[in-house]
């Protein structure tokens, strides 16, 4: 998709997460913090991904 239309006003100050298995990528979303709310867009899972884990673990990379 043309980063034009994928992208917009909210990407650059957003957090972007993404889920991860056995080092396999199999999710992602974002979150849009407003001053009313923050907002959850644009996510994804494959289909075959594992359900029902969560570890309390969580690693941020900055650009």
């Known amino acids: 998709m043309p980063e034009a239309i994928e ?3 909210y990407d650059a100050d957003a957090l972007h997460l993404v889920a991860i298995d ?3 990528v199999v999710g992602a979303l974002r979150i849009v913090f407003l001053p ?7 996510v994804a899972v494959l289909s075959h991904a ?3 884990r969560c570890r309390p ?7």
């Open 36 to 42: 009313e709310h923050a907002k959850f867009g644009r």
């Open 22 to 24: 056995g080092g396999d």
């Open 7 to 9: 992208r917009d006003r």
């Open 57 to 63: 673990e969580c690693k941020r990379e900055w650009n």
């Open 50 to 52: 594992s359900k029902g």
